[in-house]
């Protein structure tokens, strides 16, 4: 299933060639042009449906916003804190970054940096540039035997474990969300931040900024810190608290810190970087040959594997698609575009709060599409902006939507596998229950009604509830004949309690539906 069509992509960096050529080859035309100010980006980004960028473009809300096409965002590199992620969602935005192209290059840069600031090497280098011999001045100490704690147990945080235990570093760490199998099975112990700040002779930070992260390394966790240890950063700005790191420099709580960021870059502050126990770099954690052909290579497959369907890797703001993408998806999805337009037919309003059941083995990773497929189906007529598996469900929020989802494996009646919807509006309750057979959607039950033969959900459809009656089906024709309507299907539920519901698929809606009600106790209809 194809995600997002995109012909012309803007690229506003520097990248490597490599991915040109790759757009190029796969029918994506490509525009090259850096160093853009706010106000020309946004001049520029109408137009296009793709947008490349490495670290130095701003894609804020004011360029997203002005973006009226655009339908992804793709960074060259890992960290995205250079991209309104939200506004992005909102606009149903994928936002792709590539996760693992500048990994080995960050992992030996930090490495490098543990090993710096345990001999002195720079400081050294420069000091014999100056024309001293100063042997003593430099002394060192060893890594073996010391322990470093990473903060951050992803893809570089692993890596650098892996390197310096080579060392023979003893490594600990934290992370809130890899398990503390996994991260021992490369030979990390996971603990609290609590534990590790007094364990630890060097910290390495490897985590994404965001606010849990911003000031990790603070006035308060230097104090619980080893006297003398030594702190990295080279993953982003702001994770260690600048201030309060020259303060423990100054006062000896640090014994040296190796920045390869800093939270404006260039500093507007060179306290840091001209201070003796520090080993700085003016951001170069993915500066490497290799990291960037990786990077630009990775991002043009990923968006070309994205726009013929075959993959999604990197999508950070749209995991719901990474199981949508496959090609058997695509019907599942037709269907619970069309259960939302159904539900919200008979709950007769947006806000409500909607239950949303997958039934059968083969949906129990569906869920999550499922639900925002619904949420598609229940706004793409109401929603200020356009509505798509990306922002579906933050625009459910915001309309007043409740979701919750749950799978079962209990096959459901007349199907392997279906997908029910329950709406609550204003204390009253509609299920729909629908199901896909031969990549049709079709509709299995409403309201308690199982249709005697399943309702194929395309087209106008009119729904109805009424008495099971001889002459109910020439009256609704009659309505229908005098519309100028033509009945094109028909089908009925099985009676309970003497009613039942009714399915017609009609060349068109009627003008006024209050023609039917007044044969009928309830109606609705809706084009799909």
């Given at each position: 299933?194809?995600?997002?069509?995109?012909?012309?992509?803007?690229?506003?960096?520097?990248?490597?060639?490599?991915?040109?050529?790759?757009?190029q080859?796969?029918?994506?035309?490509?525009?090259?042009?850096?160093?853009?100010?706010?106000d020309?980006?946004?001049?520029?980004?109408?137009?296009?449906?793709?947008?490349?960028?490495?670290?130095?473009?701003?894609?804020t809300?004011?360029?997203?916003?002005?973006?009226?096409?655009?339908?992804?965002?793709?960074?060259?590199?890992?960290?995205?804190?250079?991209?309104?992620?939200?506004?992005?969602?909102?606009?149903?935005?994928?936002?792709?970054?590539?996760?693992?192209?500048?990994?080995?290059?960050?992992?030996?840069?930090?490495?490098?940096?543990?090993?710096?600031?345990?001999?002195?090497?720079?400081?050294?280098?420069?000091?014999?540039?100056?024309?001293?011999?100063?042997?003593?001045?430099?002394?060192?100490?060893?890594?073996?035997?010391?322990?470093?704690?990473?903060?951050?147990?992803?893809?570089?945080?692993?890596?650098?474990?892996?390197?310096?235990?080579?060392?023979?570093?003893?490594?600990?760490?934290y992370?809130?969300?890899?398990?503390?199998?996994?991260?021992?099975?490369?030979?990390?112990?996971?603990?609290?931040?609590?534990?590790?700040?007094?364990?630890?002779?060097?910290?390495?930070?490897?985590?994404?900024?965001?606010?849990?992260?911003?000031?990790?390394?603070n006035?308060?966790?230097?104090?619980?810190?080893?006297?003398?240890?030594?702190?990295?950063?080279?993953?982003?700005?702001?994770?260690?608290?600048?201030?309060?790191?020259?303060?423990?420099?100054?006062?000896g709580?640090?014994?040296?810190?190796?920045?390869?960021?800093?939270?404006?870059?260039?500093?507007?502050?060179?306290?840091?970087?001209?201070?003796p126990?520090?080993?700085?770099?003016?951001?170069?954690?993915?500066?490497?040959?290799?990291?960037?052909?990786?990077?630009?290579?990775?991002?043009?497959?990923?968006?070309?594997?994205?726009?013929?369907?075959?993959?999604?890797?990197?999508?950070?703001?749209?995991?719901?698609?990474?199981?949508?993408?496959?090609?058997?998806?695509?019907?599942?999805?037709?269907?619970?575009?069309?259960?939302?337009?159904?539900?919200?037919?008979?709950?007769?309003?947006?806000?409500?709060?909607?239950?949303?059941?997958?039934?059968?083995?083969?949906?129990?990773?569906?869920?999550?599409?499922?639900?925002?497929?619904?949420?598609?189906?229940?706004?793409?007529?109401?929603?200020?902006?356009?509505?798509?598996?990306?922002?579906?469900?933050?625009?459910?929020?915001?309309?007043?939507?409740t979701?919750?989802?749950?799978?079962?494996?209990?096959?459901?009646?007349?199907a392997?596998?279906?997908?029910?919807?329950?709406?609550?509006?204003?204390?009253?309750?509609?299920?729909?229950?629908?199901?896909?057979?031969?990549?049709?959607?079709?509709?299995?039950?409403?309201?308690?009604?199982?249709?005697?033969?399943?309702?194929?959900?395309?087209?106008?459809?009119?729904?109805?509830?009424?008495?099971?009656?001889?002459?109910?089906?020439?009256?609704?024709?009659?309505?229908l004949?005098?519309?100028?309507?033509?009945?094109?299907?028909?089908?009925?539920?099985?009676?309970?309690?003497?009613?039942?519901?009714?399915?017609?698929?009609?060349?068109s809606?009627?003008?006024?539906l209050?023609?039917?009600?007044v044969?009928?106790?309830?109606?609705?209809?809706?084009?799909?």
């Amino acid at each position: 299933m194809a995600v997002a069509t995109v012909r012309r992509i803007l690229i506003s960096e520097i990248v490597d060639p490599c991915c040109k050529q790759i757009l190029q080859e796969n029918g994506i035309a490509v525009t090259e042009k850096q160093n853009l100010s706010k106000d020309e980006l946004i001049a520029e980004v109408k137009g296009y449906e793709g947008l490349i960028v490495r670290s130095a473009t701003k894609v804020t809300a004011d360029v997203i916003n002005a973006a009226e096409d655009l339908k992804i965002i793709g960074r060259a590199g890992t960290g995205v804190d250079n991209v309104d992620v939200e506004a992005a969602t909102k606009k149903g935005i994928i936002v792709m970054n590539t996760p693992s192209g500048n990994t080995t290059s960050a992992a030996e840069l930090t490495c490098g940096m543990i090993v710096s600031l345990s001999r002195q090497i720079p400081q050294a280098v420069m000091s014999m540039k100056a024309g001293n011999w100063d042997r003593k001045k430099f002394m060192g100490a060893e890594l073996y035997g010391k322990t470093l704690g990473i903060v951050g147990l992803g893809r570089i945080g692993k890596e650098v474990a892996i390197r310096m235990q080579s060392f023979g570093m003893k490594t600990v760490g934290y992370d809130p969300i890899i398990p503390p199998e996994v991260t021992a099975t490369f030979g990390v112990e996971q603990m609290s931040l609590e534990r590790l700040w007094p364990l630890c002779d060097y910290i390495t930070v490897h985590t994404p900024l965001m606010p849990s992260t911003t000031g990790l390394l603070n006035d308060e966790s230097f104090a619980r810190c080893r006297k003398g240890v030594k702190v990295i950063n080279c993953a982003r700005g702001g994770i260690i608290d600048e201030a309060a790191l020259l303060r423990a420099l100054e006062s000896g709580q640090c014994g040296g810190a190796g920045l390869d960021v800093f939270i404006d870059e260039p500093p507007k502050d060179w306290s840091l970087v001209n201070h003796p126990g520090v080993v700085s770099c003016p951001h170069l954690g993915a500066n490497t040959k290799e990291a960037q052909i990786r990077c630009g290579r990775d991002i043009a497959t990923q968006i070309v594997e994205m726009v013929q369907g075959k993959s999604l890797i990197g999508a950070v703001n749209a995991q719901v698609l990474t199981a949508a993408i496959a090609p058997e998806s695509r019907p599942w999805i037709k269907l619970g575009e069309a259960l939302g337009s159904v539900a919200k037919a008979c709950a007769g309003q947006v806000k409500s709060q909607v239950q949303i059941t997958t039934l059968g083995q083969s949906l129990k990773n569906a869920a999550g599409y499922l639900s925002a497929a619904v949420v598609v189906g229940m706004l793409k007529d109401s929603s200020k902006n356009a509505v798509n598996l990306v922002n579906a469900l933050p625009l459910a929020k915001e309309a007043g939507v409740t979701i919750a989802s749950h799978q079962s494996d209990a096959a459901p009646m007349l199907a392997q596998s279906a997908c029910e919807v329950e709406i609550c509006a204003n204390g009253v309750s509609h299920k729909v229950v629908g199901s896909v057979q031969g990549d049709v959607p079709v509709l299995l039950e409403l309201n308690g009604g199982l249709f005697r033969q399943p309702v194929p959900l395309t087209g106008n459809l009119i729904f109805f509830k009424a008495l099971a009656n001889p002459q109910l089906v020439p009256s609704v024709a009659g309505v229908l004949t005098a519309a100028g309507l033509q009945m094109e299907s028909f089908s009925t539920s099985a009676a309970i309690a003497g009613e039942q519901w009714c399915s017609v698929g009609v060349s068109s809606l009627l003008g006024d539906l209050n023609t039917l009600k007044v044969h009928v106790k309830e109606a609705l209809q809706l084009s799909l």
